[in-house]
């Protein structure tokens, strides 16, 4: 399962690169290359690091607390159409907005 860019790619995930993201990126390949009868290699797993990995020196909620893991993964779903899976405990609790993907 490829987690760098190739010019044939189909689909590509949008994921932090945590351990956790990353098993659940995965699962989201395996699903999407089942649903759509693709060969898992033909979908990427972009890794993108968000300003709550980076921060290290102090605890979260000093930095800011909501959306240090989503608001870089949101903003490169808006460029285009992409998918992210974004687990319920990085989403900020009044944040409802779902990310279409636009037709090829």
């Known amino acids: 399962m490829a987690q760098t860019s190739s010019?044939?790619?189909?689909?590509?995930?949008?994921?932090?690169?945590?351990?956790?993201?990353?098993?659940?990126?995965?699962?989201?390949?395996?699903q999407f290359a089942d649903a759509c009868g693709l060969a898992a290699e033909q979908i990427e797993i972009k890794i993108i690091r968000t300003t709550g990995d980076a921060i290290v020196d102090r605890p979260l909620a000093e930095a800011g607390g909501k959306g240090l893991f989503t608001k870089e993964i949101e903003a490169a779903l808006a460029k285009g159409p992409h998918?992210?899976?974004k687990p319920a405990a990085e989403a900020p609790a009044e944040d409802d907005t779902v990310v279409e993907e636009e037709a090829a």
Do not use: D, T, Y
Not at 14 to 22: E, M, T
């Open 83 to 85: 998918r992210g899976p």
């Open 7 to 30: 010019s044939s790619s189909v689909l590509r995930i949008g994921s932090r690169g945590s351990p956790l993201a990353l098993v659940q990126a995965r699962e989201v390949l395996r």
